[in-house]
């Protein structure tokens, strides 16, 4: 497997555990909720053809640190994006985010100035606005859910991420989308991501959205249960110098969902000269 963890970073937000491979041209992968850079590991191999391919756990996420006061919103993460990009010391690399990964590297390009030379948004939280109303109430009771039995947290986790599918995933793909969030950490770490999300983070970067500094794709799983069509074609209004395709029969999870149609799409995309800004 392409994918693998064998780096350690400390950030400002604490222990991240990274990777990364191939060669070429620089390339950044940025997971979202509830996920880690383990989603993207179906891809990984054959953008290793042709790009350095890096990727690394949000804070709070996968394999890198929970602490119980660790601070992981959508502005922290923004900061780490930063942070990793100095570590790698990439300067301009190509960027392909999915889910909160489009807030957290919106953030890191409009109000950290980091620059990218590619930059793709496939089914990510934007703009407001976000979170169902579980998450909603998920986020106002978090303690009566930290107080669940286990077998019945790894219910509620496994009936959430299948929540965001409406194609099969390999089974050994989906118990893998799930284990971070079943030790003792990764649960308390799992409702933590719930109480700390708050749009505010999304909503003061929405006016700067013309101002992206590079050619932009967004790709939008069609049937997307979480973050609907609309919600694309809203951020592709608000964003008029971007290209905007969509994925027919594909849910919230493209990259696991149907991997392949996502290489050929992002192929597409990267292949191309000289055009946008």
Request: charged share 20%; with cysteine.
């Amino acid at each position: 497997m392409s994918w693998k963890l064998d780096e350690t970073v400390q950030t400002s937000a604490g222990r991240v555990a990274a990777g990364r491979t191939g060669s070429g041209p620089a390339l950044v992968l940025a997971h979202g909720w509830p996920w880690s850079s383990f989603s993207w590991h179906r891809i990984i191999p054959a953008l290793a053809g042709q790009y350095r391919v890096h990727w690394y756990d949000m804070p709070g996420y996968g394999r890198s640190a929970k602490g119980v006061e660790q601070r992981t919103s959508l502005d922290v993460q923004g900061e780490v994006f930063a942070e990793m990009l100095a570590h790698w010391a990439l300067e301009q690399p190509i960027v392909v985010a999915h889910d909160m990964g489009g807030a957290t590297t919106l953030r890191a390009h409009l109000l950290h100035g980091c620059d990218f030379e590619r930059y793709v948004l496939m089914n990510v939280v934007a703009m407001r606005p976000w979170g169902s109303e579980f998450f909603d109430h998920v986020g106002r009771h978090v303690e009566a859910f930290l107080g669940l039995p286990p077998h019945i947290h790894k219910a509620v986790v496994s009936a959430y991420i299948s929540g965001a599918l409406v194609n099969d995933i390999d089974s050994a793909d989906f118990d893998k989308l799930i284990e971070p969030w079943l030790s003792e950490e990764g649960r308390a770490s799992f409702y933590r991501q719930f109480a700390q999300a708050d749009e505010r983070y999304t909503a003061e970067i929405e006016p700067a959205f013309a101002e992206i500094r590079c050619p932009v794709k967004i790709i939008w799983g069609e049937e997307d249960p979480w973050i609907p069509l609309e919600r694309g074609k809203a951020l592709h209004a608000l964003i008029p110098q971007a290209s905007f395709e969509t994925l027919p029969a594909v849910g919230h999870l493209p990259h696991l969902e149907a991997p392949q149609l996502v290489l050929r799409r992002l192929n597409a995309f990267l292949s191309r000269e000289g055009d946008g800004l």
